[in-house]
């Protein structure tokens, strides 16, 4: 079959099967793996939660890891991360996805607005170390804030599937009760697993507003708030204190992530943590090293070296190289760096090979530099 592919794949040169095949039927791609939008529902205000039916490559994920979507924005594809919220392992061979839409985000606004049935978007394979282990772990913790409630959400519903037999404990943390999605199907998990808690916070409810239950909400409120704020020791041993036993998994804003790292490291229990990030704080531009041009030889683009990462430097410039995950996990932004010196800024480590290809959104440039963007 392969054999037969690559026959026609050199008929079909200069351009690849798949550009014919797309003109029949976005979805009707070999090589290429597409899936199309087969559902929109936008139940809680700022996000939307889209089904998609992947072509005939996709292999599923496992709960907790991500997929690249690509969208065309007038004309030009842009490649964003989202995890899947679906349990893993589903017969059905659908990905739910749940995007929140960020007030200046181009993707996640455009999803938020435009994603229609029929719709059809580029897709990568299912990718990522934060997963859900094999056996599954007898006690689990799983802890999200905001839109990072999406991986962990795949996590909860996996083992509620499979009927976990083990305690799990599910902690989110979200504005309002009207801006968390699945908040239905959370109730119904609640409901249906009694070894399961779910439980709730809204530490800027609490801070800013006087608490109020909204009429118009469909659910029942099963566990509110009990004058329970931002996270902390405390509220980790209400909520599990068996937490030293279990397996705990994260994925939320900087301030959450802090917050249960710092105790974990003080515990000493820094290998029964996981993480996942969907932004991270790289180390600020050194200014010593902000000196020289940047050379953008592909594009005949030159630039004052301003000590930022490269694809910030290349974007200043007026350039819209690929980028995913902006914090160096996908490797959509990954360019040659023809020549000149690169610091890391996840690593601190610098690098001065020719010809090496690097990642742009986590290296900046020390000195001059001639990258093939
Ligand atoms: C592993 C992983 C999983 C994820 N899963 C989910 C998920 O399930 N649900 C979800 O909602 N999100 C998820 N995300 C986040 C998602 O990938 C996108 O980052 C998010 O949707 C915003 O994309 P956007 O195109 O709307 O925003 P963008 O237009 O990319 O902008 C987002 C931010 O990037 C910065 N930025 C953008 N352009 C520039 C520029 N020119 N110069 C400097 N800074 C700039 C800004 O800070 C901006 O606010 C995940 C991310 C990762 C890494
Ligand atoms: S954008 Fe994902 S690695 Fe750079």
């Not at 282990?133 to 409630?149: D, F």
């Not at 010593?288 to 030889?297: D, K, M, P, R, Y």
């Amino acid at each position: 079959m392969v054999d037969l592919i690559n026959l026609v794949q050199t008929l079909t040169s200069p351009h690849p099967l798949d550009r014919y095949l797309e003109l029949i039927r976005p979805t009707l791609t070999v090589r290429d793996m597409r899936a199309e939008i087969t559902h929109v529902r936008r139940s809680a205000p700022g996000s939307v939660t889209l089904t998609l039916r992947p072509t005939r490559q996709w292999k599923g994920h496992v709960a907790g890891q991500y997929v690249q979507i690509g969208v065309v924005i007038d004309g030009v594809r842009h490649m964003r991360c989202y995890s899947p919220v679906n349990p893993e392992g589903g017969l059905d061979r659908h990905i739910q996805l749940t995007v929140k839409a960020h007030p200046d985000g181009l993707v996640s606004q455009y999803l938020y607005r435009h994603a229609a049935a029929g719709m059809v978007v580029d897709l990568t394979p299912a990718d990522g170390v934060f997963r859900l282990p094999e056996p599954r772990p007898e006690r689990v913790l799983l802890i999200s804030g905001g839109s990072g409630i999406t991986p962990v959400l795949s996590m909860l519903r996996t083992l509620a599937a499979e009927d976990h037999p083990g305690e799990v404990v599910f902690l989110h943390y979200a504005k309002s009760p009207a801006v968390l999605p699945h908040r239905a199907e959370l109730d119904a998990i609640a409901r249906r697993h009694r070894n399961f808690r779910i439980e709730l916070r809204y530490p800027h409810r609490i801070e800013n507003v006087a608490p109020r239950v909204d009429p118009d909400a469909p659910w029942v409120d099963l566990a509110p708030a009990k004058g329970g704020g931002y996270f902390d020791y405390d509220e980790l041993e209400r909520v599990a204190p068996w937490f030293a036993d279990a397996q705990t998994y994260v994925c939320g804003p900087q301030s959450l992530m802090d917050a249960v790292r710092t105790i974990y490291q003080a515990e000493q229990l820094e290998d029964r943590l996981h993480t996942e990030e969907f932004t991270i704080a790289l180390a600020p531009a050194d200014a010593g090293e902000a000196h020289g041009t940047v050379n953008f030889s592909a594009s005949g683009v030159s630039a004052r070296n301003d000590g930022a990462t490269l694809l910030e430097q290349a974007e200043s410039a007026g350039l819209s190289p690929e980028y995913g995950c902006r914090m160096g996990i996908c490797f959509s932004c990954t360019a040659v760096r023809r020549s000149g010196c690169t610091r890391n800024l996840r690593t601190g480590e610098t690098d001065s090979d020719p010809d090496q290809p690097i990642q742009l959104c986590i290296n900046a440039p020390v000195g001059d530099v001639e990258v093939d963007i």
